[in-house]
């Protein structure tokens, strides 16, 4: 059983800035890549920001250069740093862990909850 658990949502003025964390738990040996999505309302869910074990990254369009996404595999902890907040950031933000499975070539892809984030004066 693995679980994610994200933390660091809320409420912020545009031009503000959120630290979000995820933590992996359960039976694991190791993390593939990481990663962040969100979704707002009536809109599917997209891409924020994606990290691998190595520490490669990529980012939306919409996010680069405000957004940073970092990871602590010590800690099997994944980072957003949203840095320059504008009302259209404004979602429900998932982070996501892809862990290797049982047999070798075979890995599964699991989710947190979500946190909020909203961005408003």
């Known amino acids: 059983q693995v679980q994610l658990v994200e933390s660091g949502g809320g409420l912020v003025q545009p031009g503000g800035s959120l630290r979000l964390s995820c933590v992996a738990s359960?039976?694991?040996?190791?993390?593939?890549?990481m990663g962040w999505y969100r979704q707002a309302p009536g809109k599917q869910r997209e891409l924020v920001a994606s990290?691998?074990?190595?520490?490669?990254?990529k980012y939306a369009d919409s996010v680069k250069g405000r957004f940073t996404i970092s990871r602590e595999n010590a800690k099997n902890t994944v980072y957003l740093q949203m840095n320059s907040l504008k009302p259209e950031d404004t979602a429900v933000y998932y982070c996501?862990?892809?862990?290797?499975?049982?047999?070798?070539?075979?890995?599964?892809?699991?989710w947190g909850q979500g946190t909020q984030v909203t961005v408003s004066s």
């Open positions: 996501n862990a892809d862990i290797p499975g049982t047999y070798v070539g075979t890995s599964f892809v699991y």
């Open positions: 990290i691998t074990s190595g520490g490669s990254t």
């Open positions: 359960g039976s694991f040996f190791s993390i593939n890549a």
